[in-house]
């Protein structure tokens, strides 16, 4: 035992995070608590007893579905785990105990702590420092559950350095960490590294980073080495950058005369053997096609031009005639309007004669009746004569106010036919116009898609002679040698830090060696006929190895002894590893029962005989149907399970299942 406990450190004097009680209610009060678990330092085995045979039938017969399982869950739940398995607990437990909840009381860094969980995802625990439970559901504490349990995490990952992965950048998290320290009894201890079984860790890389992750907690990832593991990663990236660059830079001249060739026969849908040059002008060829179809869209273009350019000077005379037309209707319009006031007999129309006056006066432009301008139209002349002498004498001489309303009431047929003329006049030209409208917006479609046609012809010759300017010039071999001779240096410097991290690694530091030490003098212990143990940090798959060869129990015992040589390392200040290990039936994955005894008495005898008289710093938790040895049976068990009544039982009962009927 000498040869092992020699290597052990004695830096702390407790564990980072340990259990001292758990205590399981249904409903909020002291009335219902259902079941208290005491825990300690050390081994704390909790043992599902099962009724001697022939005792007992049945789900009673057997050690399974007692709740061995269920406890570790809770542990983890208490710890802020937020893996799927724990979820699906808690939402059990939630159906069977609305009300209820747990109690956990930790030490944290030297520190106690009390948490109460409920099971309702919904309903907000509390915690607290310190550890007296009294009254626990009535008392007002300004720290929740969530925020102790997000303290809880940053300060038992606050010593792990370096906190990102160096390939990857991801931030190691404690959920990582609590994965390692409370495996899934689903992964069967198959592995060091198989942690979570189903829905994983959540690292990044499932095979590289929990190696790193495992070196990082126990402060075996030097800066050092984290620096030249990013570097090699880095370097990596940009080799695989640098590499696919050249490759562009190979094939783009001819991805680019594929592309353009491929435009130019679709354009042109040309087929697939005619020969893009030809150095014979009578040979056929895309490029003669091409410039024969060029032309004949640069004519067709120009003719579209012309048509366009016809059809907008059509559609301005028009409404410049419009226009005029338009202007004659209101002047025939306005005599109308004075002669039906006159035939009415409206005196007040005749008010308004001397503005009207005005308007005729300053009428301007051509009377397309007579073929003159307005100044020589007789009848506008007539029409001011009779207005002004009209608005002379009305105010004296009501005899001849009456007079110019009668002649002025025997033109209303003639002005009103001439207002119908008009109207019709214009209703015809702005039917014309909308229709040399149309043509017009036609015609300007035809001349955009013309431009189009007649543009892209040029452009896509245009790209083809650049490329055959480029393509195996002096200019794309200097950039080509250039992409070859970064590749080349980037691949030098990857090969000068693989190396690098190559030594480093062989040059195996003091904690590395401890460790291997202590491996070696635990497999030593159990199995004193020649067997030895090793380490290597940098093994991905076994880290920890033991000299046998044999079937799954080996593996299994390789993977225990890892897990319990860290915690006997953790209590070096170099390690950020929190002293706690929780094992669900260990025994159940295929390891004997010889070994698995043996295994649990080197815990004891090594807790008894280095920390004699007073707690050792670590905490242990194993649950198991195989009975522990004798000697174990009172001191280290902390809790049986026994299936053959309820009261034995983690929750006071079993669940039920309501079974669903098919119809």
Not at 473 to 481: C, N
Not at 501 to 527: C, F, P, W, Y
């Amino acid at each position: 035992m000498e040869e092992l406990t020699q290597y052990l450190p004695t830096d702390r004097r407790h564990p980072r995070l340990w259990f001292e009680r758990l205590v399981i209610f249904s409903e909020p009060d002291e009335v219902h608590v259902v079941r208290t678990i005491p825990f300690h330092r050390g081994l704390n085995l909790v043992w599902a007893k099962e009724p001697a045979i022939g005792h007992a039938l049945g789900t009673r017969a057997a050690g399974h579905g007692v709740g061995k399982t269920s406890l570790c869950l809770l542990l983890r739940f208490c710890l802020g785990e937020p893996s799927k398995a724990v979820a699906e607990l808690r939402d059990e437990l939630f159906r069977e105990f609305a009300q209820g909840g747990v109690i956990a009381v930790l030490h944290v860094d030297g520190q106690p702590f009390t948490v109460c969980r409920y099971f309702n995802a919904h309903k907000e625990g509390i915690a607290f420092n310190g550890k007296d439970i009294a009254d626990i559901w009535t008392r007002v504490t300004e720290l929740s559950d969530r925020a102790f349990l997000k303290q809880l995490a940053s300060d038992m990952m606050s010593p792990v350095s370096p906190r990102n992965i160096p390939e990857t950048g991801q931030e190691m998290e404690w959920k990582h960490l609590l994965a390692w320290i409370s495996r899934d009894q689903g992964s069967r201890f198959k592995s060091f590294f198989a942690w979570r079984e189903g829905e994983g860790t959540g690292l990044q890389r499932g095979r590289q980073d929990p190696p790193i992750v495992m070196r990082s907690v126990l402060g075996l990832l030097a800066q050092t080495e984290s620096l030249l593991m990013g570097q090699i990663a880095a370097l990596e990236q940009e080799l695989v950058q640098a590499k696919q660059k050249t490759t562009e830079l190979l094939q783009e001249p001819v991805l680019i005369k594929r592309r353009i060739e491929s435009s130019l026969r679709a354009s042109g849908n040309l087929p697939n053997d005619l020969p893009i040059r030809a150095n014979d002008l009578f040979v056929d060829s895309v490029e003669q096609r091409i410039r024969l179809a060029n032309e004949k869209s640069a004519i067709g273009l120009a003719q579209f031009e012309a048509k366009y350019e016809e059809a907008t000077q059509a559609v301005a005379d028009l409404r410049a005639n419009m226009k005029l037309v338009k202007d004659e209707r209101f002047k025939a319009q306005t005599q109308y309007d004075f002669a039906d006031a006159a035939r009415r007999g409206d005196e007040a129309a005749f008010l308004s004669i001397g503005t009207k006056l005005a308007k005729l006066k300053n009428l301007t432009g051509h009377c397309e009746e007579g073929n003159l301008s307005f100044s020589q139209c007789r009848h506008i002349q007539d029409e001011m004569n009779r207005l002004q002498f009209s608005s002379m004498q009305d105010a004296r001489d009501k005899k001849n106010l009456e007079k110019a309303m009668t002649e002025s009431a025997g033109r209303a047929n003639a002005a009103l036919s001439r207002v119908n003329d008009l109207n019709a006049k214009v209703a015809s030209l702005e039917k014309e116009e909308k229709a040399l409208e149309a043509v017009k917006a036609r015609i300007g479609i035809s001349k955009r898609t013309a431009e189009i046609t007649a543009n892209k012809w040029p452009a896509l010759l245009e790209e083809l002679e650049r490329w055959e300017s480029l393509s195996g010039s002096a200019e794309a071999q200097v950039a080509i040698d250039a992409s070859r001779t970064k590749s080349a240096q980037i691949e030098k410097d990857l090969n000068s830090a693989n190396i690098r991290l190559v030594v480093h690694q062989k040059n195996r530091s003091d904690r590395e060696k401890a460790l291997a030490h202590i491996t070696d003098g635990l497999t030593r212990q159990l199995l004193p006929d020649g067997a030895f143990g090793s380490f290597d940090p940098h093994d991905e798959i076994r880290p920890f190895r033991l000299s046998l060869r044999g079937g799954e129990a080996y593996r299994v015992l390789e993977v225990l002894l890892g897990d319990i040589a860290c915690m006997l390392d953790s209590s070096r200040v170099e390690s950020a590893l929190p002293g706690l290990f929780i094992h669900d039936c260990p025994r159940e994955a295929d390891m004997s029962t010889g070994l698995y005894e043996n295994f649990l008495l080197l815990i004891a005898q090594l807790q008894q005989q280095q920390f004699e008289g007073e707690d050792p710093p670590f905490q242990y938790i194993v649950t198991t149907t195989t009975p522990p040895p004798d000697a174990l049976q009172v001191g280290p068990v902390c809790l049986i399970l026994d299936p053959s009544s309820d009261e034995g039982l983690l929750f006071g009962r079993r669940f039920t299942v309501v079974q669903q009927t098919t119809f």
